[in-house]
């Protein structure tokens, strides 16, 4: 179950991850059985981030660091 402050992190997480060029999709209830997870993708690559902090860390790698929640 995804939290209003999970919405409120993962909007912040996705503009944060638009400023480096990349997009962050979030899985909805309607993808089968399971937790919410997340994907970034760029250049018709992506990478499967199981968590909200997952995706932070990844933005960290990518060169968010200064954007970092």
Do not use: C, I
């Not at 309607?30 to 860390?57: C, F, H, I, K």
Request: glycine content about 10%; cysteine-free; hydrophobic content about 35%.
């Amino acid at each position: 179950m995804t939290t209003t402050t999970d919405q409120e992190r993962f909007a912040t997480l996705q503009a944060q991850f638009a400023k480096h060029g990349h997009a962050l999709h979030q899985s909805g209830p309607n993808d089968g059985p399971g937790p919410v997870s997340y994907l970034a993708e760029r250049w018709g690559m992506a990478r499967y981030l199981p968590t909200l902090d997952d995706a932070e860390q990844f933005l960290k790698q990518v060169g968010g660091a200064d954007h970092a929640l």
